[in-house]
């Protein structure tokens, strides 16, 4: 065991690895991502032994800093003990210094795959992994979603960044490291950033990345980003739409703040990066483009904006980004209205209050801040401007730094990769608190031309500095422009106060962390802690020889001396003897380096779970949609306010399945009603109820997951990653704040039990709470009387056959009212309908008539029709507006000038309606809808578009009003017999 002690605090790292368990991982066969560099440490020691006067060998330890310690268990009998077998003692356990300077950083260059299992033809996407890579991004003003892609770099929107200073804060969790915008793509709308630190997103899993095909159209996708710059949400249950070049349509629900964010397959790959969307589709461009723009942006040396060197020692912090640091305000912000004596840029601010303090010390006090929304505070706290006024009496010197001495050579080793050397140049008269620090790399093997070279400086504070992209050089094999790199330089401009104890060299995808060797007077060992290490001591003997041998066991391994630990034949009795010092590697906790500030807390601790399998619905109601609960008893529980008085109607919804559902109690108090099936004879399976679980302080600062249905298809949801803050008798609250989910339940992943209910807010009512209140209200729960006996419903979207109610009275809800058309021929009627779809075309059809209604739709499923009572409809019919269903199995062929393709061809079932079989003038025997792309010489409004059988018969197809965010794509709708040929012709008019 590791135990450390650093700042008064004592970490516990276990460093004892089971056989058995890594049998276990490696026979799952699942891909995974390589490991962050792991911090390992050299120890050594020699074994001592002696054999007593009864031929019992007994054995010590001695450490390299002198201490002698014996386990409990160490002897043994050389008569009796087995031959060619080892027999370990009893663990060994000592405090060991730790020298900064010596730890090592190993690194597991496997390739990070998402891959099906071989022969399977199927996988399983790894959501943590998902969840790891994906990023908040903040700038100056505006929020958004990127993902990592390797080596500290995140891709995200364009317009994320657009107009900003190129300096932004990644978030994830409580994390929040700085990060530079090397990179845009206007074109594909794609921005490359790059970690101030790399180091501290070494454990962010590298995503891989693949170009969709038209196979793709129809296959589930996830989408995870933060919407609304909220929580870290999966967004399932789309499909891919459409494919065509180098863009996606997908039906996943997004938006403001998933831009940026990764598409991914349902093995785990990113297929594409959102750049537009809503509630019901959502357009990215493909993995194809990504790649392409990526390696364009590589291509041409994408290179780190300039970033002020003097900054005071109390500004830096492991992850922090100081961009902008002097008399007047950063570019591209707008400090107009302040007046100040200085000015300091930050991105990642962990701690406002904190950077507050940093400032005080460094000698400013912060009189306001500039170039966000918001009031005098951020109101973000993770990137800002603020202007400064001194508190102390003299203002810093800008001046650029004239040289110093004469550089002095620091360090200088040789490496697998070539030499490096590092110098330092003594502050110069007018900079007296500036060193100047200088490395310089000759690579043994020349690196390739436009390859991504950097250094990054780290010091004894854990602050980590990155070379600007404006002090590196480089030097070719020869002169020409595409020669291969052979020697790199970096320089910084730091405090003086700093002090390095290692460069970390990134080279493309390889890295290499090298610890300065410099004046131990300097950096005294065990400065930044010390270590409890435990080992067990081996011992065998030969059968042949006699022999013994001893060595030092530890994680599994044994360790042995360069003379095998070979004691010999012959073992002086009384007398100890060494052996040769024994050397071994061992993990060290991640506390010891700048990334402990900055662990990871796994977001998605246990199994993921099929949302569908659990025991949310969507829920739509005349005052609005929101998410219920299934409590069992063919029962459910809603948010009062969806359900009031005037209009105690909804619909549960998942996947294809909608039921009518009625009012049956509530409880104002808690803002809950409970809702039952209308068909009281209805036999259908709803699945397993909700388990009620247990809520404690414990929660406190966990993660939990709250499952949301947003409107529209019910085959779609949200997992939101929350963390709760506070606990009260009633409720729990979480952050982030502000997504307004109605009755969405907050679920314990790991067994799938209730947590808790929404109110719409951030408090949530507890488990305790909620199933208090559904006991309650289940012992008095009372059906309502119907008045359903208005025109029955019809068609393919329709839920039930009958309306839910209908009479002269309109039903009441949130105040709002239908188009009323008071007469004193006749009086107006009202019935309340539900469909399967949201938004479906309605129509009221009257004997070889139909006409479209007077709707309040105001519930996406539910919805009032309002008729005349002197002219009762015989039917209403219900019926997608749209198709339901990416694909079709219909065979087309196009005939169309140079540059019009058929992109697409989808099958729109609908049901036939008595009274309307006549009525084939109108849309609503659309059976297919198609679309074509042009990008040829003519505009859409000069092209006659007709469609025909294989008969020659001629079909008029209905253009179709709906707006794509390509415009060079139209739709049409035709009415076409199921299986036939058919061709689609298009000519200039």
């Known amino acids: 065991m590791y135990l450390l002690r650093r700042r008064g605090r004592q970490f516990l790292v276990s460093i004892l690895a089971l056989a058995g368990v890594a049998c276990l991982i490696a026979g799952i066969g699942l891909a995974q991502d390589p490991e962050p560099p792991e911090p390992r440490y050299d120890f050594s020691g020699q074994i001592v032994t002696r054999l007593n006067e009864n031929g019992v060998l007994e054995f010590c330890l001695r450490t390299d800093d002198g201490q002698t310690i014996c386990p409990r268990a160490r002897y043994l009998n050389i008569e009796r003990a087995p031959r060619d077998a080892s027999v370990a003692s009893s663990e060994v356990s000592w405090t060991a210094p730790i020298d900064v300077g010596a730890i090592q950083y190993v690194a597991d260059n496997a390739s990070p795959t998402a891959t099906p299992d071989e022969g399977s033809g199927s996988c399983a996407p790894d959501f943590e992994r998902m969840l790891e890579a994906t990023w908040k991004v903040e700038t100056s003003g505006t929020f958004g979603t990127a993902f990592h892609v390797g080596n500290g770099r995140f891709v995200t929107a364009y317009h994320v960044i657009e107009r900003r200073p190129p300096f932004v804060s990644l978030i994830h969790g409580q994390r929040t490291i700085g990060a530079a915008v090397i990179g845009v793509d206007p074109d594909f ?74 598409v991914f397959d349902a093995c785990g790959a990113v297929i594409g990066v959102l750049w537009a969307g809503g509630s019901s589709w959502s357009y990215t461009y493909s993995g194809g483009a990504l790649m392409r ?38 570019q591209d912000v707008d400090c107009s209205e302040l007046d100040a004596d200085w000015w300091i840029a930050v991105s990642a601010i962990a701690d406002e209050s904190e950077l507050r303090s940093d400032l005080e010390r460094a000698g400013w006090r912060q009189i306001g801040v500039c170039g966000a929304s918001g009031p005098d505070d951020f109101d973000n706290g993770f990137t800002y401007v603020a202007a400064l006024e001194s508190i102390t009496a003299e203002i810093p010197s800008v001046e650029d730094c004239t040289d110093g001495g004469t550089p002095r050579v620091l360090h200088q080793s040789s490496r697998s990769f070539g030499s490096l050397r590092v110098t330092l140049r003594d502050p110069a008269p007018e900079c007296p608190e500036v060193n100047e620090y200088s490395l310089r790399v000759d690579f043994a093997t020349p690196q390739t031309p436009g390859v991504d070279l950097g250094a990054t400086l780290i010091g004894a504070d854990g602050s980590q500095l990155v070379g600007a992209w404006s002090r590196k050089s480089y030097s070719g094999t020869t002169l020409a422009a595409d020669s291969p790199v052979a020697t790199f330089w970096q320089d910084w401009s730091v405090h003086a106060g700093f002090m390095p104890i290692a460069i970390r060299l990134a080279a493309g995808g390889e890295r290499w962390f090298v610890p300065l060797e410099l004046d131990q007077e300097r950096i005294a060992p065990g400065e930044f802690g010390s270590a409890e290490v435990s080992v067990a001591i081996a011992a065998r003997i030969d059968s042949e020889s006699g022999a013994v041998r001893v060595c030092l066991l530890d994680e599994g391994v044994i360790h042995c001396g360069p003379d095998g630990g070979w004691l010999g034949p012959a073992v002086d009795s009384g007398r100890w ?33 099929d949302p569908h399998q659990l025991y949310a619905w969507q829920f739509n109601s005349l005052a609005g949609t929101a998410t219920a609960v299934h409590v069992g008893n063919r029962q459910f529980l809603v948010n009062l306010a969806r359900v009031p008085d005037g209009a105690p109607w909804g619909v549960v919804s998942r996947g294809e399945l909608s039921l009518p559902v009625v009012r049956v109690a509530s409880d104002p108090r808690n803002d809950l009603a409970l809702v039952e099936l209308f068909d009281a004879e209805q036999q259908i399976e709803l699945g397993a109820p909700a388990r009620f679980g247990l809520t404690s302080d414990a929660l406190i600062d966990s993660y939990v997951h709250m499952l949301t249905y947003p409107a529209g298809n019910a085959g779609r949801y949200l997992i939101s990653v929350l963390s709760v803050t506070d606990m009260s008798e009633r409720v729990l609250r979480v ?255």
């Open 735 to 989: 952050e982030p704040t502000g997504n307004g989910r109605h009755g969405s339940p907050l679920i314990d992943l790991c067994d799938g039990s209730l947590l808790g209910v929404s109110l719409g807010g951030d408090d949530l009512l507890r488990a305790e709470t909620v199933r208090a209140s559904w006991t309650e209200m289940r012992e008095r729960a009372e059906r309502p009387r119907s008045q359903n006996d208005g025109p029955p419903a019809h068609g393919t979207a329709s839920a039930y056959s009958r309306p839910l109610y209908d009479g002269p009275i309109q039903p009441q809800f949130s105040g709002r009212i239908c188009n009323v058309r008071p007469s004193e021929r006749y009086h107006g009627r009202y019935a309340v309908y539900v469909s399967s779809v949201d938004n479906p075309d309605v129509w009221r059809v009257y004997e070889r008539d139909g006409a479209r209604p007077d709707t309040c739709d105001f519930g996406d499923k539910i919805f009032i029709v309002e008729y005349r009572d002197d002219r009762t409809p015989e039917a209403i019919c219900i019926e997608p507006r749209r198709p339901t269903s990416p694909e079709s199995t219909a065979e087309w062929e196009l005939d169309a000038p140079e540059g019009v393709e058929l992109l697409q061809v989808t099958g729109f079932v609908r049901d036939d309606c008595p009274g309307l079989s006549t009525l084939e003038q109108t849309r609503w025997f659309s059976t297919h809808y198609f679309k074509l792309r042009n990008t040829g010489e003519h505009e859409f409004e000069s092209f006659t578009v007709r469609v025909l059988t294989d008969e020659g018969k001629r079909l008029v197809p209905r253009r179709d009003i709906y707006s794509f965010a390509d415009s060079d794509v139209w739709a049409w709708r035709v009415r076409v017999t199921e299986g036939a040929p058919v061709k689609v012709v298009v000519t200039v008019r």
């Open 293 to 330: 723009s990526l390696q364009r942006l590589n291509d041409s040396w994408p290179r780190w904006p300039l970033t002020p060197s003097a900054v005071p020692p109390a500004l830096r912090a492991a992850g922090r980004l100081v961009w902008h640091y002097g008399p007047d305000p950063p």
């Open 577 to 609: 003897r060494e052996t040769a010092p024994i050397s071994w590697s061992a993990s060290l906790p991640s506390e010891l380096t700048a990334i402990a500030a900055h662990a990871p807390r796994s977001a998605l601790t246990c199994q993921y779970q």
């Open 189 to 262: 709308d794609l921005a490359l950033l790059e970690v101030d630190s790399p180091g501290l997103v070494q454990d962010a899993p590298a995503l891989r990345m693949r170009a969709p095909t038209a196979d793709d159209v129809g296959e589930p996708i996830y989408l995870i980003g933060y919407p609304g710059g909220e929580a870290l949400t999966i967004s399932g249950g789309g499909v891919v739409s459409q494919v065509w070049d180098d863009n996606i349509q997908t039906s996943a629900v997004v938006r403001g703040g998933n831009s940026g964010g990764p």
